[in-house]
């Protein structure tokens, strides 16, 4: 004969089934129904309402890589608060690219993290030197993302150095100083004007893309172009009005001598390789440790086809400036790292701006 259960055991009963339908709901509510990178493109709802948006490259195509390979989300849902539970705006910030941009790009992820571009290791450790603040100029393990606010020069790089570097959030701040940052994006992003349309990715950068950050106490972005900045007084007047040859931020430059390479009509990233921009892994004191080119890689040219997994393979086929050489040979540094757009036809270097 089967026991009866008295009304005393119905309180725990229902409690419990009360308590693991809260378990069993908060663990649905907070658990996306499937993990992106389950979602096959094809079934991606993103497009639903985001049609017509294109893609950020060539290279990047939404039809193969879809959208939450970068920005992650829930891209199995057509409602707009689920779809964008824990969506990335900027797929490209140093904070999370290692779950991005390092699905594909995981050296140079690694590179530009470690970069000095990205702590400012020399500036950091040099100014604290001068301030009295430290024993030595050389410190590798310093980052200006990382300053107290503690000193007058800790203070001082807080308000200035810290302005720029690769790290620095997008647009926390008002006017120039808020353009720069955002990781990856700081220079290989060209923002649409149409906020409709995806912005495009490119390897083709100008010089203000690097002028951007180098023209304040790293001018070499200006005198490049034969720019000198003045005291600031906007002088010598033009018609009863401060000078024409404005900077950013109200400042003047007076005109010097141009770099014979800006003269020729070369930009940065002709000389400058990837290592030496984005960094080759490891650590150092100074910014000029950090860079791999010398005029003699170009003006006493020595070559060599590079290794299958050298990246000067993936700038051809993104480039279409570029072009192979006949014997694949390319102009190379004396720390082993090759240019992608230097080789030797006959007698001469040639140059692919």
């Known amino acids: 004969m089967q026991k009866k259960i008295t009304p005393k055991y119905y309180l725990p009963v229902i409690g419990l089934i009360f308590l693991l339908s809260i378990i069993f709901l ?4 907070f658990t996306p129904q499937k993990e992106p990178s389950s979602i096959p493109v094809t079934e991606e709802k993103c497009l639903t309402c985001h049609e017509n948006i294109g893609g950020p490259s060539a ?10 390979m970068c920005h992650q989300g829930n891209a199995s849902s057509t409602d707009k608060e689920y779809a964008h539970r824990n969506m990335l705006h900027n797929p490209s910030d140093l904070n999370h690219a290692d779950l991005t941009c390092g699905k594909c790009h995981a050296e140079l992820t690694h590179n530009v993290k470690h970069s000095i571009m990205t702590s400012n290791a020399g500036l950091v450790a040099s100014t604290l030197y001068q301030w009295d603040e430290r024993a030595t100029p050389d410190d590798t393990t310093l980052h ?12 001082h790089m807080r308000k200035l150095c810290a302005g720029c570097h690769v790290n620095k959030l997008e647009n926390d701040l008002p006017g120039e100083t808020g353009t720069r940052g955002g990781g990856c994006n700081d220079c290989h992003l060209l923002k649409s004007q149409n906020d409709k349309k995806h912005s495009t990715f490119s390897v083709k950068m100008d010089i203000p893309v690097c002028e951007k950050c180098h023209n304040r106490s790293d001018r070499v972005g200006l005198t490049y172009q034969g720019k000198f900045e003045s005291e600031g007084y906007g002088t010598p007047y033009e018609h009863g009005n401060t000078s024409s040859m404005e900077l950013s931020n109200g400042r003047y430059f007076y005109k010097i001598t141009p770099d014979i390479h800006y003269e020729a009509g070369m930009v940065c990233i002709d000389c400058h390789i990837a290592e030496d921009i984005m960094g080759d892994g490891k650590k150092y004191t100074h910014l000029e440790l950090a860079v791999h080119i010398k005029c003699a890689d170009c003006h006493q040219i020595e070559t060599e086809e590079p ?3 050298n990246i000067v393979w993936r700038m051809l086929s993104v480039n279409s400036n570029l072009q192979m050489p006949a014997d694949k040979k390319f102009a190379k540094t004396t720390r082993g790292t090759f240019y992608s757009n230097v080789f030797q036809e006959g007698e001469d270097a040639i140059l692919i701006r």
């Open 59 to 68: 290279f990047h195509p939404v039809v193969a890589l879809g959208c939450v």
């Open 26 to 29: 908060v663990i649905y509510l």
């Open 307 to 309: 290794p299958a997994e």
């Open 144 to 155: 200006i993302n990382e300053l107290p606010d503690t000193s007058l020069a800790t203070s």
